[in-house]
């Protein structure tokens, strides 16, 4: 079970609880917490602390935020930044996320006290669609394509006569844009077996 914990001061957390023993989770700073489909992973969102907000700069919806995703067999955690979207396949061997376009743009930003290039953030404003990656989760291989705008993972059932349910195959599709030509093109990609 996963839920937020929203106390009267200070930052919010998710908390994870087993049904099964009284091992328990937090992720720090969590919100809108979703379990995987086979209860081993739970994704969150996580917000800025507290103390940085009122010094942060405004939010930017197109810089996206941070995904931690939590391994409830033992604890560890992964963290991507910059995430616009997200979705685990069926069985749960793959994380696909879409990465912000301005993800670069904000990591080299000048300073304040330097006002130079400010077209730079401009340009990556004009640019559509952002990265796609899929992290095979039990080997860390990472498939990756750009100028994706729309994207959906699927996980196949393998079975046949005779044969019980089986862990299948896993895809994902998305829509690229070519900014030269402004069309979009659709890709069905095989990112592996679960």
């Not at 952002?130 to 959906?152: K, M, P």
């Not at 895809?171 to 900014?179: I, K, M, N, S």
Request: no cysteine; aromatic share 8%; proline share 4%.
């Amino acid at each position: 079970m996963a839920a937020e914990e929203r106390p009267d001061r200070g930052d919010r957390n998710v908390r994870v609880w087993s049904t099964e023993s009284d091992v328990t989770f937090t992720i720090e700073r969590g919100l809108s917490p979703r379990i995987s489909r086979d209860s081993r992973w739970v994704s969150a969102l996580q917000e800025p602390p507290l103390v940085d907000s009122n010094t942060a700069r405004p939010k930017n919806q197109r810089a996206g935020q941070t995904l931690v995703l939590l391994d409830t067999q033992d604890g560890s955690r992964r963290t991507f930044d910059f995430v616009l979207s997200y979705d685990l396949t069926y069985f749960s061997s793959h994380l696909a996320y879409l990465q912000s376009p301005e993800a670069k743009a904000d990591e080299e930003e000048p300073s304040k006290g330097n006002a130079t290039k400010p077209e730079a953030k401009s340009v990556a404003k004009e640019v559509k669609g952002g990265t796609l990656h899929t992290v095979e989760l039990v080997s860390d291989r990472v498939f990756t394509w750009q100028n994706v705008t729309q994207y959906a993972a699927h996980q196949e059932i393998n079975h046949g006569t005779g044969e019980s349910w089986k862990k299948g195959y896993a895809y994902v599709a998305f829509v690229t844009h070519d900014q030269e030509t402004g069309h979009d093109r659709l890709e069905i990609a095989f990112v592996g077996h679960a």
